[in-house]
């Protein structure tokens, strides 16, 4: 059970911490109504992959949102993978929730097909 402090640390802290470093997102459940909220956004990873098909690169990223969505920057009451984040015009899908006491760490994934390549494809 967390602390008087935790419990009053987090109710001061992440309101705060989405007015200064959040950025305007819109999560969409899967078969559900989008929802306009600030999202607090870490850095763009690429992670390359072999698979089948010759090496494959995707995106990764990390947001961190409220779960209160009665709150004054939205949020997402139960964030489940497989919904759709857009952060500057483009989609992540979610692929993983860690829940917190009032925000959810997302993990985001983007594979764009583009980015497929055989082994030695533009050797010379």
């Known amino acids: 059970m967390p602390s008087q402090f935790d419990t009053d640390y987090a109710d001061a802290v992440l309101p705060g911490l989405l007015e200064v470093h959040g950025s305007a997102a819109t999560y969409t459940p899967a078969g559900g109504s989008p929802v306009s909220l600030r999202a ?3 850095p763009i990873e690429l992670v390359e992959a072999d ?5 494959q690169e995707h995106q990764t990223r990390t947001i961190t949102i409220s779960i209160d969505p009665a709150g004054e920057y939205g949020g997402v009451a139960a964030p489940a993978i497989h919904d759709t984040v857009q952060i500057d ?3 992540w899908d979610v692929a993983k929730v860690s829940m917190g006491r009032e925000s959810a760490a997302l993990s985001l994934v ?4 583009v980015e497929k390549a055989r082994p030695n494809f533009r050797q010379r």
């Open 40 to 42: 607090m956004t870490g």
């Open 51 to 55: 698979v089948v098909e010759g090496i």
């Open 89 to 91: 015009s483009v989609d």
């Open 110 to 113: 983007r594979e764009p097909s």
